[in-house]
C-alpha cells in the first residue's frame, strides 16, 4: 500500500527577495520527495515563487510592508512595531483558514511569526535567535518579544553551519533552550550544469526592502553608464517575463529580474558582481 502523499505549507517573508530565494532549494527538495507544495506570501517574494514553481498552490497573506528609512533607522523601525504586530495576528488568523482547507502535515514559515498551527508541526527558519541592536533600554525588551515568538514554533531551522563554521556569529549564540537544527547554506543556485567563460562585464544584482533598493539603483545607473566596460543591473522587481529589458544602451543593460538558473549563469560570467548583501545574498 502506497503511503500518503505528504502536504507543506512553506510560507516566506516579504522584506526583500532574500527569505523568498533561500526557501527555494528546500521546497525543490518537497517536491522531490513527492511532497505536495503549498506557498504562502505577499508582494515581490510570492511573486518570485509563483514563476519559480508555477505548479504549486499559492495563498496570499498580509503584506508586512516594512519601510526602511534614509536616516534615524531605529525610530523608523520602532515607530512600525505596532504594525507589524498587527500583521503577524492577522498572518496567524490567515494561516488557520489555510490549515483548515490544506490541511498541511508541516508548516515552514521563514520568518513569518505567525505562520504556524497547533494542528500542523510548525517550523520558523532564521539566522537571527538573537538580534544584534545598539544599547538601548528597550532591547532586552525587544529580544524577550523576538524568542517568545519563535518559541510558539515546534523547531527552529538555521540557514547556516554549527559553530565554529558559521556565518552567523552572535545572531545563534543561547540557543541552549531552543530545539533547533542547522540545515547549512541555503543557494538557489545548486551545482552549475555548464562552465560559464568570464567576461568583462559589471553584474548588479539588487533586493532589499523601500527605499533604499531604488537609491541604489539610480545611483549605480548613473556610475554604470560611465563605465567603460559593459554592465548589467538586475533590478530584482519582479514584473512581466524574466529576462525583459526595461532599458539598453551600448553601456548598461537593466533587466527586471532573472530566474535562478538564468541568474546563476550571469553571476558565473561577470568580472564584477556588485550588490548591497543581506544575510541570503551572501
Known amino acids: 500500500m502506497l503511503s500518503q502523499k505528504k502536504i507543506a505549507l512553506c510560507a516566506v517573508l516579504d522584506w ?36 519559480e514553481f508555477p505548479q504549486a498552490p499559492i495563498h496570499e497573506l498580509p503584506p508586512y510592508d516594512i519601510q526602511y528609512a534614509r536616516k534615524l533607522l531605529l525610530p523608523k523601525m520602532a515607530l512600525q512595531l505596532p504594525k507589524i504586530l498587527n500583521t503577524i ?18 508548516i515552514l514559515s521563514d520568518s513569518r511569526y505567525g505562520v504556524r498551527s497547533d494542528l500542523s508541526f510548525s517550523v520558523m527558519i532564521s539566522h537571527q535567535w538573537y538580534i544584534p541592536l545598539v544599547s538601548h533600554p528597550a532591547s532586552t525588551l525587544v529580544q524577550q518579544g523576538h524568542r517568545a ?3 510558539k514554533f515546534d523547531q527552529l531551522w538555521i540557514p ?17 533552550d531552543i530545539d533547533h537544527r542547522f540545515v547549512g547554506v541555503l ?47 538586475i533590478r530584482g522587481i519582479i514584473s512581466g517575463d524574466p529576462e525583459t529589458i526595461v532599458q539598453q ?29 543581506g544575510y541570503s545574498s551572501i
Open 16 to 51: 526583500g527577495l532574500g527569505h523568498a530565494t533561500r526557501s527555494i532549494p528546500i521546497i525543490r527538495k518537497l517536491i522531490d520527495r513527492n511532497t505536495e507544495v503549498h506557498i504562502a506570501g505577499a508582494g515581490q517574494a510570492l511573486k518570485l515563487l509563483s514563476y
Open 89 to 106: 495576528h492577522k498572518e496567524y488568523l490567515f494561516t488557520q483558514k489555510i490549515v483548515r482547507k490544506v490541511k498541511p502535515d508541516f
Open 149 to 151: 515568538l519563535i518559541r
Open 160 to 176: 547556516d553551519f554549527p559553530k565554529p563554521y558559521d556565518l552567523t556569529g552572535i545572531m545563534t549564540q543561547d540557543l541552549e
Open 187 to 233: 543557494s538557489r543556485f545548486g551545482t552549475p550544469k555548464e562552465s560559464s567563460a568570464l567576461t568583462k562585464n559589471t553584474l548588479a544584482v539588487l533586493s532589499g526592502p523601500e527605499p533604499l533598493r531604488t537609491d541604489l539603483e539610480n545611483i549605480l545607473i548613473d556610475l554604470l553608464s560611465k563605465n567603460p566596460h559593459p554592465a548589467i543591473i
Open 249 to 277: 544602451s551600448d553601456q548598461l543593460t537593466v533587466i527586471n529580474y532573472l530566474t535562478s538558473s538564468r541568474l546563476s549563469h550571469y553571476i558565473r560570467r561577470a568580472d564584477l558582481l556588485i550588490t548591497r548583501s
